[in-house]
């Protein structure tokens, strides 16, 4: 299997920290100094592929390095997982499962190259669609 997470180039990717069952990576390429991706060792594609062991220390490695980069790099934080199956495998996607950690601040080149964008596609929730999704998501 042709997966980078499985198969660790380590002239490419940078291991930070390495965990029982986690392990934290530099993103490379990255979209801003500091962007770290929190990987499981076991190569799964969703995360409720996830054993609970794996979940655990996989939300603990978040939390630890969320931390550290509010200490030490920026004043804000994004986490992200992204989950589409939809998209082929290349350079900048991955299927393995991981976590983005993207230190953030106020007008930073990722609001303003993108972000900035996504003003126009908030819309307040409208009734009918409100009804249908609580009729799709509830739980009886
Ligand atoms: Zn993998």
Do not use: A, W
Request: glycine residues 2%.
């Amino acid at each position: 299997m042709d997966c980078p997470f499985c198969n660790i180039n380590s002239e490419k990717t940078h291991i930070l920290k390495n965990g029982n069952y986690v392990r934290v990576i530099f993103s490379n390429p990255r979209l801003m100094p500091g962007h770290f991706l929190v990987v499981p060792k076991r190569h799964v594609e969703k995360i409720s592929d996830l054993n609970e062991k794996e979940q655990q220390e996989l939300f603990k490695m978040v939390i630890e390095f969320q931390e550290k980069i509010l200490s030490k790099i920026s004043s804000g934080c994004d986490i992200r997982i992204n989950y589409r199956p939809f998209q082929k495998q290349d350079g900048l996607k991955v299927n393995h499962l991981h976590i983005h950690l993207h230190p953030r601040e106020l007008f930073d080149e990722l609001y303003e190259k993108c972000q900035i964008f996504e003003k126009d596609v908030f819309n307040d929730l409208p009734p009918e669609e409100l009804d249908k999704m609580l009729k799709i998501f509830s739980d009886d």
